[in-house]
């Protein structure tokens, strides 16, 4: 292994062990308020490094979150540039990543008159996106959102939905649509970076991802909106899959979720859903987790660990806005903790 993969995955385990603890989740759902969150994760935690520009005075749940995302996103643009410096192209699959995230948020919020400003990206990011978000997010209407993409890659995949713009069913389509061209665009990468092993690793943690992201949302969708199939059949197919033709024309067919699941359960998946499970967005969010931090503690693979982590990290800020939310509006300790994911490979 080259020195510089060696200090990649060298990086990662030194990121990953600054991750917060046990003892860290406990301490923060055992808070009443956004203060007593802000103030632990700024002198008790790594956060510090993020949050200590912010005055110690009370602070709002939004500004709280969105110093938040952007730790998320600082972070994830110093492993692009440690990437890069090394010469290593698949930094640009967080990116893109960040990018088409970006343009799902504006999305959920055009019919709001104002959405927090969570965009200023760092310069590494800026650089390389197509889309300018801080124009995006200004959209009121989905005419008005395919308009500002115009001239981007994301315009064409996105027209055809214009006929369905007041469907709500319409976000998950256009999800999976984006991550359906962000996975096929990394494993093109990834084929011409590596050979034998090494791709035959990535390439099943990719696929994995996203498979476990379109069993989630076609099982919303079938649960939630039967009738969305005359609009999106063969749409919700992982664009970089595992499943074999044979289910993906079954998934194609199924009218209900029990159908997505049995299907699933047929699949090289099946031994993950032998459990059962009361939310589906959780159950796969934790079997993404816990693959990711068993990448990381085994694998010698620096672009596998790499990406693992990014997914460790998203999750932990997720895990922290919802206790932030669960506080702000009063729930136990005992019902924040469900719906967080602290994974334990």
Known sequence: MKYSENA????????????????????????????????????????????????????????????????????????????????????????????????????????????????????????????????????????????????????????????????????????????????????????????????EEILSYIEFVSDMNAVSSLYRLTENYPDAKKIITGIFIPSVTAFTPKEQREFTAAEHSDEILNTVKKSVYGKYFSEEFTDIDLFVRKLIINKSIKNIRYTQNPTLALFSYETVIKNEVKNITHIIEGVNYGLTPDEISDIIVKGGC
């Open 8 to 199: 990649v995955t060298a990086k990662v385990h030194s990121l990953f062990a600054k991750r917060l603890t046990d003892e860290d989740y406990a301490n923060l759902l055992s808070f009443h308020s956004i203060d007593e969150i802000f103030n632990y994760l700024r002198n008790e935690t790594y956060y510090s490094e993020y949050l200590s520009a912010l005055p110690p005075v009370t602070l709002s749940r939004s500004r709280l979150e969105n110093a938040l995302q952007k730790s998320l996103l600082e972070r994830k643009a110093s492993l692009c540039r440690f990437q890069k410096l090394i010469g290593d192209e698949t930094y640009r699959y967080f990116i893109k990543k960040d990018e088409t995230e970006a343009i799902l948020y504006c999305a959920r919020h055009l019919d709001e008159t104002y959405i927090a400003d969570l965009f200023e990206r760092p310069a590494i990011y800026a650089k390389e996106q197509t889309v300018s978000v801080k124009k995006l997010q200004k959209a009121m209407s989905f005419d008005e959102f395919l308009s500002l993409l115009s001239g981007t890659p994301y315009a064409k995949l996105i027209e055809p939905l214009a006929a369905y713009a007041d469907n709500r069913q319409n976000l998950a389509v256009l999800e999976r649509i984006l991550f359906n061209k962000l996975y096929s665009d990394v494993k093109s990468v990834i084929c011409k970076k590596y050979k034998g092993k090494a791709r």
